[in-house]
Nanobody
């Protein structure tokens, strides 16, 4: 079965921390990058952070300095450490993986999402 499974979403107070994890099952070959996106009701899904198999990272400006993405390539798992959380970070967070099929073709996989709520 080909799927991404996320975990770690929770309700936390402003200033708190959470660590999200995502494991890829059945798509363990030629995964060029993995990442995290988030979406709130009525809004488009936006990029939070990505990481390549080589360790290169990219972050949205809104989370730089607060979030850290990392991965364990052997376990095909990506993590998102979220610190200094703000209410505006509240969203459903989706794991993403991009798999190389050919020199010109890729497949994109999405997890079911995990809810992160930051509120006092």
């Amino acid at each position: 079965q080909e799927q991404l499974v996320e975990s770690g979403g929770d309700l936390v107070q402003p200033g708190g921390s959470l660590r999200l994890a995502c494991t890829a099952s059945g798509i363990n070959f030629n995964v060029e990058s993995m990442g995290w996106y988030r979406q709130t009701p009525g809004s488009q899904r936006e990029l939070v952070a990505t990481i390549t198999s080589g360790g290169n990272t990219n972050y949205a400006d809104s989370v730089k300095g607060r979030f850290t993405i990392s991965r364990d390539n052997a376990k095909h798992t990506v993590f998102l450490q979220m610190d200094s959380l703000k209410p505006q970070d509240t969203a459903v967070y989706y794991c993403n993986a991009v798999r190389r099929i050919s020199t010109v073709t890729t497949l994109t996989y999405w997890g079911q999402g995990t809810q992160v709520t930051v509120s006092s």
